[in-house]
């Protein structure tokens, strides 16, 4: 008798690019450029200090370390926390396998099968497969493009609790739509959480990565809510780092510190190796950081500027993070993104976007959206853009969509989504 | 409102030993050396090549990695695999975090929250905190020192089949006992999962480390078996790499595959300098192996013959792996363990042992056992033994446990477990 896969098992979603890579490989095959505005993986050079700690690595024996994280790679984090004045002891951190594992420990900690997260959408595609691995339903909040995918008001939240609702997941800034939650908001989420016992969940990988003055507070900075904050962070984008798999989960509550640490004690230690580098992160200055975020301002400026300029598009300007989701003037966005690379290139190039219908959850949304990330260097950036635009141009004409989009065009379109 | 952790938070259990590791570090304050006959942290050196690899690393960027592992470090393991006679194709391993990651995707593929997974007790003490992190069952069959902890018969997996049955895991060489199952009896298991529809988890990360002429078959070598194997792997011990946090997920089910590797897709990619390093393992020959395994068979001979020497203790000989499970002539493992931190030393030396309790899920059950590794080298283990020994009858004195160990001694005592 053969087995079958769990229920669980087929539930966990597939990356929403999955299928586009195939054709980007293909494209490349064909001798087209094909610029990459749909990953995160950005091009800014990992701080030479922690390649300095690697390529002088004297150890013989690559062995296990605590599985809270080693001594060093703790105390780098907690300086880093307190240069943002925030005091985190000794034992409300935990190294973890990047962010990921931050994200799985706390919906193991704060969920039992079948119990309810809730998640503002679009959102971090992967948390659904998070979800999946707990067992742990998520449950949408929509937000609108219009309102610069800002936060649902409290109704909003209160019409989505259920007596299974456990945690609430916010990533700020946010990927996908590099909107950036202020204090008040964050905290109206937070009064929320603690009126009915829920925990909150805050994602801020990209804490550093704000643009025109927005900061976005980190959750562990709210006074009162000590007992239901759990931060997922990461070294990947704040560092350049996405590879090394490192990150970690800081919190205040005691049960879920330990339910954490106990999950991070089965799973033995962090990587070792990237907790060597990662020790060095004290000697990584605010200049190197200032300087990356410097690169991706202007690097969101072209951006913004290039797609607000196409007739049909539709976003409101992005905040932080390193990516934003807008509205294009087509049908079927996953359409268009597999046409980019089957059918089309402009002066040999072309782009792979990502979809958005895999940032939401409820079905039918984020038909006509994609996400696009801005982690190329300017130059290429430029031809990307073009490419963009041109290909939109083509595709539309393609698609019958030239004259109706006229008729729509402008920021208040609503090009119906397919299926 | 305070939110409350969930059940299966407070479910996830404690190491083992990490009530000992307090007591150590403050015997240690006292100027007693703390010898570990505890964990599985081997002294041999991570092979140079490896080390090489890491220390002439050019790349600036370290940028994620393919979810699934780099060409490099998926093609060293398929030659790997070759080299044993097994073909192992491009679509049938996935690269993981540690074999721990690789255990969590089985569980997560094969069961649904609230099914139960067979397991033969003593085992791998973090497979209870998978299970409790993927919300499975893990239901213990008792495998019994006196058989030298060989699986139990055909009927006893019969007896502890329900509806919820949806897999078995296995630990071959095993981690805790040491006891290698030959083919008979791994097809035996191989034989009642495909009878059941189960699938079949095969923990093989001991796989070279056999002694006195017994080798343990992969389970991927079982012709007929293919569509119900899942092996969890890891180079951990094999290349003395335990810190670097990589092993992989190979099956030949295409289900089980698609969804490990969108697990593998939601947390990115393995960690990436494990992966630099580990694209070296073709070239570290069989006598690094040879070598390692030579040294573990001698060590073993040198804590198996001191411990059988000891009056009242009792194991069968270890045939692999680098543990061992043995009774020892006391009421209670962790109030030796204990004391032999708080209360003894040797001439200046005390060692740290693992209580067994935590390696059985049957209430009761190996409280008058412990499990010794054998990764000291062995001036280390000499002084090791002689401590445990010294302590042993030091402790009996103290509990007034002399005359009834001598009445009962041999190699069929019994001492009831206490609590």
Chains 1, 2 share one sequence.
């Not at 580098?277 to 913004?304: F, N």
């Amino acid at each position: 008798m053969t087995p079958r896969l769990s229920a669980r098992g087929l539930s966990i979603p597939a990356s929403p690019i999955r299928t586009l890579v195939p054709l980007g490989d293909e494209a490349r095959r064909r001798g087209v450029r094909v610029l990459h505005l749909n990953i995160g993986q950005p091009d800014i050079e990992t701080p030479p200090a922690f390649r300095e700690r690697i390529r002088h690595l004297e150890e013989k024996v690559y062995a296990y370390t605590p599985s809270g994280g080693t001594a060093e790679y703790l105390g780098a984090l907690r300086e880093y926390y307190a240069c943002l004045g925030l005091t985190v002891g000794m034992n409300e951190v935990i190294g973890t396998t990047g962010g990921s594992e931050a994200i799985l420990f706390a919906m193991n900690a704060c969920t039992d099968p079948g119990d309810e997260v809730l998640v503002v959408e679009p959102f971090y595609t992967n948390y659904a497969a998070f979800a999946a691995m707990a067992g742990a339903r998520l449950v949408p909040l929509t937000a609108r493009g219009e309102d610069g995918f800002h936060l649902p008001g409290r109704e909003a939240w209160e019409r989505a609790l259920t007596s299974r609702t456990r945690m609430v997941v916010l990533c700020n800034p946010n990927n996908p739509t590099g909107t950036v939650y202020g204090r008040e908001e964050l905290e109206a989420v937070a009064r929320f959480c603690k009126d009915h016992g829920l925990f909150l969940v805050c994602d801020e990988v990209y804490r550093e990565f704000t643009y025109d003055g927005h900061s976005a507070p980190s959750a562990l900075s709210l006074p009162g809510y000590e007992e239901l904050v759990v931060v997922v962070d990461s070294l990947s984008k704040r560092y350049s780092a996405c590879g090394i798999r490192l990150g970690c989960l800081v919190t205040r509550n005691r049960d879920v510190y330990n339910a954490a640490l106990r999950m991070a004690q089965a799973r033995l230690s962090p990587p070792g190796l990237a907790q060597v580098a990662a020790a060095a992160l004290g000697e990584v200055g605010p200049e190197y950081t200032r300087a990356v975020v410097a690169e991706y301002q202007a690097r969101r400026d072209m951006l913004y500027e290039a797609v607000s300029a196409i007739p049909g598009a539709f976003l409101r300007k992005p905040e932080g993070a390193f990516y934003f989701v807008c509205r294009l003037p087509v049908l079927d966005a996953e359409d268009f993104a597999r046409w980019m690379l089957t059918d089309f290139q402009h002066e040999g190039v072309t782009v792979m976007v990502a979809p958005a219908r895999g940032f939401y959850a409820t079905a039918g949304l984020g038909g006509n959206e994609v996400r696009l990330a801005y982690v190329l260097h300017r130059p290429d950036l430029h031809l990307a853009v073009r490419a963009l635009e041109a290909g939109l141009a083509a595709y539309r004409k393609t698609r019958g969509l030239v004259v109706e989009a006229v008729a729509t065009a402008g920021p208040d379109v609503h090009v119906p989504a397919e299926g």
